[in-house]
């Protein structure tokens, strides 16, 4: 990790993922990262505003690593008038694995579930969740998960006209532990139209149409601090040359998982 003081302290990408605070905004059961702060950083350090060592080549508000699930955090922040949002993605490909996937987005309290008449309840998805993270999951993340999932999708409907199918108990989307105690046979399960390929091409359609900016070919290098450890932008490499992008509100990390990586899992 950079910091924005003259020393650069080299951190693992497991000890960041240790003090970043897990966002409201997970999606297909995913967790995506959010190290969000506010302009200065309160209790003991200096007030001295974020970025005053580093020279930084671009400003924005909200800045996303990933195009992947994360593309739904910038998504929700453009929608809620964030002003400048930046995606910024490895790949020249957009969407990542999410882009391939069948596109399902498991969320509890669907309204559409609802309406095709799944009796789902709050302890229930809970109960679930608990059972299948096996006590390695994170409760407060859950419940923010749970009682926030539908509401995005409410969201997309209602400002986007995006429809969301599946809520019909023969779709034969059920949960996939059915042993485990909140099951539920049909109802969580949010099919958009086109699969992962067509959710993701209308995503990004999307963010460009309300004007958040993408960056192709950008690899994150490093995250940067300012003088408290707080998150306050992003080294990347646009275009083969070495950039500093600053984030005045949050920094989302949507890079994909590493459930194949012990060291990272145990962190
Ligand atoms: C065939 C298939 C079908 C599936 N179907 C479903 C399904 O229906 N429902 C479901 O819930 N799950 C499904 N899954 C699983 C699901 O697709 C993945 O768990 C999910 O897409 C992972 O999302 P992610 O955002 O974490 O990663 P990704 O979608 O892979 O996004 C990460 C992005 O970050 C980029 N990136 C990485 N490092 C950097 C960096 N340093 N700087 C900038 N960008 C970077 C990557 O290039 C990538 O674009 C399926 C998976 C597959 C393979």
Redesign the pocket.
């Known amino acids: 990790m950079k910091s924005n003081s003259n020393d650069t302290n080299a951190i693992s990408r497991g000890d960041f993922l240790k003090s970043a605070a897990l966002a409201g905004l997970g999606i297909?059961?995913?967790g995506?990262l959010s190290a969000c702060t506010p302009s200065k950083t309160s209790g003991g350090g200096s007030d001295k505003p974020a970025g005053s060592s580093v020279t930084w080549d671009k400003e924005v508000d909200v800045l996303v690593?990933?195009?992947?699930?994360?593309a739904y955090a910038a998504l929700v922040a453009k929608g809620n008038d964030v002003e400048k949002v930046l995606v910024?993605?490895?790949?020249s490909l957009w969407?990542?694995?999410?882009?391939?996937?069948?596109?399902?987005?498991?969320i509890p309290l669907f309204y559409a579930g609802q309406e095709a008449g799944m009796n789902d309840t709050r302890e229930d998805a809970l109960k679930y969740m608990k059972a299948c993270a096996a006590g390695r999951g994170n409760e407060k993340a859950m419940e923010t998960y749970i009682d926030n999932g539908n509401a995005l999708l409410e969201w997309t409907r209602d400002t986007f006209n995006w429809k969301w199918g599946s809520g019909n108990p023969d779709a034969g989307f059920k949960d996939y532990y059915e042993p485990y105690e909140g099951f539920r046979p049909f109802g969580r399960q949010a099919d958009f139209e086109g699969g992962?390929a067509g959710e993701w091409a209308t995503i990004q359609a999307k963010l460009e149409e309300i004007g958040v900016e993408i960056m192709m070919e950008?690899?994150?290098?490093d995250l940067i601090v300012d003088e408290n450890g707080a998150v306050v932008g992003v080294a990347?490499v646009s275009d083969g040359k070495a950039i500093n992008i600053k984030a005045n509100t949050c920094v989302v990390l949507?890079?994909?998982?590493f459930d194949h990586n012990p060291e990272l899992m145990s962190a």
């Open positions: 297909a059961g995913l995506v690593v990933g195009s992947g699930t994360a910024i993605e490895k790949n969407g990542g694995t999410s882009a391939t996937s069948g596109g399902t987005l498991w992962g950008t690899p994150a290098t990347a949507g890079t994909g998982g």
